[in-house]
Every structure is written in C-alpha cells, then in structure tokens.
C-alpha cells in the first residue's frame, strides 16, 4: 500500500505508454506496451454540425477529433520543450507541423511524430512584435485596421487592412516594429460583439447574452455583456444572479454568480433537444476543428486560424483572442466554444454571418478560470458521476477514474518531456469520502522514480517540484475509495 516516498523511491514500476509528446533526450525513454484508446469525444449534435460545416462523414468526424486531439497534445509538449527554438504548431490534414528555427530541433520534432519546418523568427520574436502592436493600439483606426495577430503558418505577424491599406501600413510604421516581419492583409471584416444575444442557453441584463460554462457558483460569458454589479434573468426570465467581475475592452471575459435556484451543471446546449458534456479544457491547436453553440445560429464549426489575436473594437482593442473561420451572427455572443468535449472558450466577437461566411473571436477559457480563480464544471461519460472540478488555472486537464488500491498515469497513461529545468505542479481531486494520492514519477534511464508525492488523508492533493530535464509522468493512486478525479497539470 502505497504512502511513503522512501518506501516507494527504489520500486520499479510498470512501463508506460507510448511516446506521443516527447523528444528523445540523452537516456533511453521509457518502453512502450501501448496506450489504452481515449473514450469517443464525438457527441452526436457535433457530428452533425462538423459534417456540415466541414464537409466530412461521420467516420472522418470522429477520426480528425481524435488527431487534432493528440496533435494539441503533442504541439503544447514540443512548445515547452523546444523552447526559444519554437516557432508555432498547426495541424494540416491531420499532421502537426512544428515550425523551428534550427535544424537541431528540426529533429526533435521527428522524434516526437510531427513534421518540422524552419523557419527564420521564433514564436517569441513574433509575440514580442505582436506586442509592440498592441502597446500603440490607438494609433490603428478601429474601421480601417480590424485587429492583428500571429500567423505561425507564413512566420509572420499579420495585420487586417479594413479598404484602403494605408492607415495599417501606417500604423505598422508608427509602431517602430520590423515592417520585414509583417505582413498587411486586405479583409471584409468589419469586428464587432455580439450584444443582445444567447450562447448556449440566453441570459438577460438589459440586453441579452449567452452563457459560456459552467463553473462552480455560476457561469463564465462575454465582459462586453455587462459590468461587475449587473444583475442577470435566466432565459426564463427569472432572477438568475449578478455579474462579480468583468473585463472589456482589454480582455472580453466575465462571471456571473448564480443564486440558489440555479445549479450549474457541466453540459452545453446542443440545440437538437440534448446536452454536450464538457470534460476538461485542453487547449487545441491551430489548425483543430472547433464547434460553437449559440442561440441564434445553433452549432456551427471550423477550424482555429491563429491564436492571441488583437481585435480592434469600436470600443476598444481586446488582445489574446482566438481567430476562427467558423460562423456567428447577434445572439451568440458569450457562447461555448468546445473541440471534442474540451472547452476552448467564449465567443466574444466576429464579422459576416452564417449565409455568406464570417470570422468569429473567442476569449480563451483557461484564462477566464485563472483570472476569477474559477473551477468549471466538466462531467464523465458513460453513466459514471462527473469527476469534481477543484483545480484550476492549469495548462492542462485531465479526467479519470481509479479503483481502491490501484493506479493510473496521467497524461493519457503516457509521460510527457521537459527539456529544461522548472517547476512541475499537479493538483488532484478526487470525490468525497475517498483517499487519493498524488505522485511525480521521473524516468532514470532504466525505471520510474518517485521524485514529489502527496499523501494527506483525503482526496485531494497538490504537489510542486522543480526538476531538471527529462521523462515525468503523475501517478494518481486511490490508497482507499473508488471513483472519478480530476488533475490539473502545468509543467516547464
């Protein structure tokens, strides 16, 4: 039975799954039995809109969720792990593409299953042009210059020319960054928030908005939609709750607390009489598909064009949003935005509608839960009682159950791979009336070594450990009691 750290630091422990995220260092990586495959992430109102929308079969629906899902997963582990070299990750057919700005890294990339490519700025100079951008944001003309943002594909910072390019060229020259690394790019788009609207089911302060998720005591949505001290009717028009933080423009994020008539529950309407329950919030990629439940246009899909975006609104400029291809119109702002059943976030803006085609933005969701210090809601499948949600504000989360005196491994019962030295943090929570435990395993060329452990009496732990380089994995362990968990993950 396991508890202690000494005990447990000389035991050679089962070898784990297969390597999807990691770079092969110095030592050997661990061996490989096989992964046990992810439940299917495919609800059927998505199935139906990804058809639709992308042109795809059902089969290849459920097919590219689960690529894009393993790609994100391996896009996020080669960004920590190539450091400076990085220079963005997006999916293609199916097959992750991992920009570089050394040939070196070129073949990590290889190792970890993606195709590199080199490129000549890394991620970081871009985003420190973006940057730049954003600090003389006033000096863009909100009805001539759109927004701008990041395009990992053609390695460089792209500005939105709204007619005549003059004013964007302008204003790329005002800011002083490297006009080489920018590229000024005609559009339609006319951005602006999607005021007296509902998401995935309506709420009303005066206007009407969407709820985005869940989240314990209430609901997260569009700053735009009301300021902190707003009070808030359920689409029933029934006293719901009040707005206790926003934030727009800047950031396009808030949170409602709900009262006590309303319990907030880990599922998105999927406007064809059911519910989508929503499991963690892992990021996705560029290049992943992406569904958004909105009252007025119902599902709708694209892709992720490119991330951290600036939107320039009539009433301000919003940066770190997320671009999309997939359509909105008024009425579905703050909305839920999902890829498989992880949530991605809320809809905060876009231009054109969903006859002609339009661009949509949406505020990140793990941002929104760290700002508040927010916990969402998420839910299990197959019958089983939801997993409790006491963890958030981490890069990645992960759900599961686990049996009296067994263990799993987390992420996805495989190991990921740091290439520098950090802090690695975990944060576990298990159901009531259970004892789980919480370890951090370290690959020494030969075994796994228990490295950090959390072993309180109850069912929920956290660890910190800052470690050197190398193969980690967490061990979730239930020392007494069964049932679901959740873990948050944010590693260097």
Same mark, same amino acid.
Not at 93 to 103: N, P, Q
Not at 336 to 350: E, H, N, P, R
Not at 384 to 400: F, I, L, N, R, V
Not at 418 to 433: I, N, Y
């Given at each position: 039975?396991?508890?202690?750290?000494?005990?447990?630091?000389a035991?050679?422990?089962?070898?784990?799954?297969?390597?999807?995220?990691?770079?092969?260092?110095?030592?050997?990586?661990?061996?490989?039995p096989?992964?046990?495959?992810?439940?299917?992430?495919?609800p059927?109102?998505?199935?139906?809109?990804m058809?639709?929308?992308?042109?795809?079969?059902?089969?290849?629906? /459920?097919?590219?969720?689960?690529k894009?899902?393993?790609?994100?997963r391996?896009?996020?582990?080669?960004?920590?792990?190539?450091?400076?070299?990085?220079?963005?990750?997006?999916?293609?057919?199916?097959?992750?593409?991992?920009?570089?700005?050394?040939? $070196?890294a070129?073949? /990590?990339? /290889?190792?970890?299953?993606?195709?590199?490519?080199?490129?000549?700025?890394?991620?970081? !100079?871009?985003?420190?042009?973006?940057?730049?951008l954003?600090?003389?944001?006033?000096k863009?003309?909100?009805?001539?210059? %759109?927004? +701008?943002?990041?395009?990992?594909?053609?390695?460089?910072?792209v500005?939105?020319?709204?007619?005549?390019?003059?004013?964007?060229?302008?204003?790329?020259?005002? $800011?002083?960054?490297d006009?080489?690394? #920018?590229?000024v790019?005609?559009?339609?788009?006319?951005?602006?928030?999607?005021?007296?609207?509902? =998401?995935?089911?309506?709420?009303?302060?005066g206007?009407? @908005?969407?709820?985005g &998720?869940?989240v314990t005591?209430?609901?997260?949505?569009?700053?735009?939609?009301? !300021?902190?001290?707003?009070?808030?009717?359920?689409y *029933?028009?029934?006293?719901?709750? !009040?707005?206790?933080? $926003?934030?727009?423009?800047?950031n396009?994020?808030? +949170?409602?607390?709900?009262?006590?008539? +309303?319990?907030?529950? %880990?599922?998105?309407?999927?406007?064809?009489?059911?519910?989508?329950?929503?499991?963690?919030?892992?990021?996705?990629?560029? =290049?992943?598909?992406? @569904?958004? $439940?909105?009252?007025?246009?119902? +599902? /709708?899909?694209?892709?992720?064009?490119?991330?951290?975006?600036?939107?320039?609104y009539?009433?301000?400029? #919003?940066g =770190?949003?997320?671009r999309?291809?997939? @359509?909105?119109? %008024?009425?579905?702002?703050?909305?839920?935005?999902?890829?498989?059943?992880?949530?991605?976030?809320?809809?905060?803006?876009?231009?054109?509608? @969903?006859?002609?085609?339009?661009?949509?933005? &949406?505020?990140?969701?793990?941002?929104?839960?760290s700002?508040?210090?927010?916990?969402?809601?998420? =839910?299990?499948?197959?019958?089983?009682?939801?997993? %409790?949600?006491?963890?958030?504000?981490?890069?990645? !989360?992960?759900?599961?159950?686990?049996?009296?005196?067994?263990?799993?491994f987390?992420?996805?019962?495989?190991?990921?791979?740091?290439? #520098?030295?950090?802090?690695?943090?975990?944060c576990?929570?298990?159901?009531?009336g259970?004892? &789980?435990?919480?370890?951090?395993?370290k690959? *020494?060329?030969?075994?796994?070594?228990?490295?950090?452990?959390a072993?309180t009496?109850?069912?929920?732990e956290?660890l910190?450990?800052?470690?050197?380089?190398?193969?980690?994995? &967490?061990?979730?362990?239930?020392y007494?009691?069964?049932?679901?968990?959740?873990?948050?993950?944010?590693?260097?």
């Amino acid at each position: 039975m396991r508890r202690s750290l000494a005990a447990a630091a000389a035991a050679i422990l089962l070898p784990v799954g297969a390597l999807t995220v990691a770079a092969a260092p110095a030592a050997a990586a661990p061996t490989n039995p096989g992964v046990a495959p992810a439940p299917d992430a495919a609800p059927s109102a998505m199935v139906t809109a990804m058809q639709r929308d992308l042109g795809l079969t059902a089969e290849q629906v /459920r097919t590219r969720i689960a690529k894009d899902e393993k790609g994100s997963r391996t896009d996020a582990a080669l960004r920590r792990s190539l450091g400076a070299t990085y220079a963005g990750g997006w999916l293609t057919d199916g097959t992750l593409v991992v920009a570089v700005t050394d040939r $070196s890294a070129a073949d /990590r990339v /290889r190792a970890a299953g993606a195709r590199p490519t080199i490129v000549a700025r890394s991620g970081a !100079t871009l985003d420190r042009i973006k940057s730049t951008l954003d600090r003389h944001a006033a000096k863009a003309p909100a009805a001539s210059v %759109p927004g +701008w943002y990041v395009d990992v594909t053609s390695n460089t910072v792209v500005v939105l020319a709204r007619g005549d390019a003059r004013a964007a060229t302008a204003f790329v020259r005002a $800011s002083g960054v490297d006009a080489a690394a #920018v590229r000024v790019v005609r559009t339609a788009e006319a951005p602006r928030t999607y005021y007296d609207v509902r =998401g995935g089911d309506a709420y009303y302060m005066g206007g009407r @908005c969407s709820v985005g &998720f869940s989240v314990t005591g209430g609901f997260v949505t569009a700053g735009h939609c009301g !300021t902190t001290g707003t009070a808030t009717q359920g689409y *029933n028009q029934v006293a719901q709750g !009040t707005f206790r933080g $926003s934030s727009f423009p800047g950031n396009d994020y808030a +949170w409602v607390q709900t009262n006590s008539n +309303w319990t907030p529950q %880990p599922w998105v309407n999927n406007y064809s009489g059911g519910n989508v329950t929503v499991a963690g919030s892992t990021e996705a990629a560029v =290049g992943a598909a992406v @569904c958004r $439940s909105g009252s007025t246009t119902g +599902w /709708r899909c694209g892709t992720i064009q490119a991330k951290n975006q600036t939107v320039n609104y009539a009433q301000g400029s #919003v940066g =770190g949003l997320t671009r999309t291809n997939a @359509c909105a119109e %008024p009425g579905d702002s703050g909305g839920s935005w999902l890829s498989g059943q992880q949530a991605q976030g809320v809809t905060s803006g876009g231009s054109g509608n @969903c006859t002609s085609g339009g661009t949509t933005y &949406f505020q990140p969701v793990n941002e929104i839960l760290s700002a508040y210090g927010l916990t969402l809601r998420t =839910g299990g499948g197959g019958g089983e009682p939801p997993p %409790p949600t006491g963890c958030s504000g981490y890069e990645a !989360t992960y759900t599961g159950s686990v049996s009296s005196g067994q263990s799993v491994f987390q992420p996805n019962g495989s190991y990921y791979y740091s290439s #520098v030295s950090g802090t690695h943090r975990g944060c576990l929570d298990g159901p009531t009336g259970v004892d &789980f435990d919480l370890y951090l395993q370290k690959w *020494n060329g030969s075994s796994w070594v228990d490295v950090a452990g959390a072993y309180t009496p109850s069912p929920d732990e956290t660890l910190s450990y800052n470690g050197t380089a190398g193969y980690y994995r &967490f061990e979730v362990y239930a020392y007494s009691g069964s049932g679901s968990y959740s873990l948050g993950i944010t590693n260097p």
